[in-house]
């Protein structure tokens, strides 16, 4: 089925929780916390070993940036803070090579959309995803393996 909705955005999040929290924790925060229901914030979400699971269907909308949620197609990985509680981009080898990918795999099905940060849409005061965005896909080499 032909996705109907106009993706200007594929938008980069971080679940700004520990690295070891657990897919389940999060649905659950959201459903009883946020009162999203079913709804996730997410369409992806980066586990710490690099799997990828999809919360939500692309043709949906997920809750990932308020007021912008009808064109962006939201991922981010598990993490975000520190022991403290503080913004810090803890992601692992293996969500980063993820990460890339499924940025790499999005932008191929919406050659429009812009890549983006959560923490770059105007009025967003947050630090999600803990990263500069557009500077980590400009210096990101992905390891190909003994790829001749």
């Not at 009883?32 to 229901?37: A, I, K, L, N, P």
């Not at 993490?79 to 999005?106: E, T």
């Not at 009025?123 to 190909?144: G, I, M, T």
């Amino acid at each position: 089925m032909k996705n109907l909705r106009n993706i200007k955005y594929i938008v980069v999040h971080c679940t700004a929780t520990p690295i070891t929290t657990t897919v389940e924790s999060i649905k659950r925060y959201w459903k009883e916390q946020r009162g999203w229901g079913d709804t996730p914030g997410y369409h992806y979400l980066i586990q710490r070993q690099g799997n990828i699971i999809q919360l939500l269907d692309e043709s949906k909308n997920s809750y990932g940036v308020y007021a912008h949620n009808s064109n962006c197609i939201s991922l981010a990985y598990i993490g975000g803070v520190d022991k403290d509680n503080k913004p810090q981009d803890n992601r692992s080898d293996l969500q980063k090579h993820a990460m890339f990918d499924l940025i790499v795999s999005l932008t191929e099905k919406y050659p429009q959309a812009q890549v983006l940060g959560h923490r770059d849409f105007p009025d967003v005061h947050k630090a999600c995803p803990c990263f500069d965005v557009k500077k980590w896909l400009s210096e990101y080499e992905p390891d190909l393996g003994n790829a001749a």
